[in-house]
């Protein structure tokens, strides 16, 4: 399948960063839904970050959230062009693909610093950024993640995933293939709707605790020497 933010990036639109064809489904479910569940359309796409069509270790999450602090910090903004450089697989910083360890990144949002400092600690920030990647549900921001009404969604040409998903499955299979580790942080439920196969994947782990997704050996049990083995390599 082909990249479907390559057309994004050639018909920017600094009014809508949302997709050409998935414009008028994002608009509909925002007219029917309130700020809570709103889907920004002001902020950056963040589908997926790191080396998703090698790494050997792949996270999967629900979607990016929505922080005003970090609205009124300037993260959104300043940090746009991380994404647009992302987006078309082309790394913003070589040596950190995986760039939400990046000190200027952390000086706007330390959410994933902190989830990843057990691995860090023990390894490297820079062996970690090059091993483990990302991969979002669904790409867009949001302050609470809530799912598009298969009525929408038909209304608008579309079965029940949109092509921004659909392309982050195939990430994800293609990751499977190569046998990669994958560890699920958030809606293992909808991720094996998406993906059927990936609930029987034999290299599949999730968190020991759902609401705190930090990735330490407690958390993480039979995976953590697994993941700590191929950083180390």
């Keep these: 399948m082909k990249n479907p933010w390559?057309?994004?990036?050639?018909d920017f639109d600094e009014k809508n960063l949302i997709l050409e064809e998935e414009k008028a489904v994002i608009d509909k479910f925002n007219q029917n839904v309130n700020e809570t569940y709103k889907i920004h359309t002001e902020i950056m796409p963040a589908p997926f970050m790191g080396n998703v069509k090698t790494a050997p270790i792949l996270l999967?999450?629900?979607?990016?959230g929505y922080d005003e602090k970090e609205e009124e910090n300037g993260f959104y903004?300043?940090?746009k062009h991380f994404w647009k450089s992302e987006i078309q697989h082309i790394q913003s910083i070589p040596e950190?693909?995986?760039f939400c360890l990046d000190e200027k990144y952390i000086s706007y949002s330390d959410y994933w610093a902190k989830k990843l400092k057990p691995l860090t600690l023990i390894t490297s920030?820079?062996?970690?950024a090059k091993n483990i990647c990302k991969i979002q549900f669904f790409p867009y921001h949001s302050k609470k993640f809530k799912s598009i009404t298969k009525k929408i969604l038909v209304e608008n040409g579309f079965d029940k995933y949109l092509p921004s998903q659909q392309y982050n499955f195939e990430l994800v299979k293609k990751a499977m293939e190569r046998n990669s580790i994958i560890i699920i942080l958030r809606s293992k439920k909808m991720w094996f709707e998406a993906i059927p196969e990936l609930e029987k994947y034999e290299n599949l782990h999730v968190t020991k605790s759902y609401l705190n997704t930090i990735l330490s050996e407690n958390n993480l049990l039979e995976a953590f020497p697994k993941i700590v083995n191929i950083l180390n390599k």
């Excluded at 390559?6 to 050639?10: C, D, G, L, N, V």
Aim: hydrophobic share 40%; with cysteine; charged share 40%.
């Design 60 to 64: 999967l999450v629900l979607n990016p």
């Design 96 to 98: 950190l693909p995986l």
């Design 77 to 79: 903004k300043d940090c």
């Design 6 to 10: 390559e057309k994004f990036i050639e």
């Design 125 to 128: 920030k820079e062996k970690v």
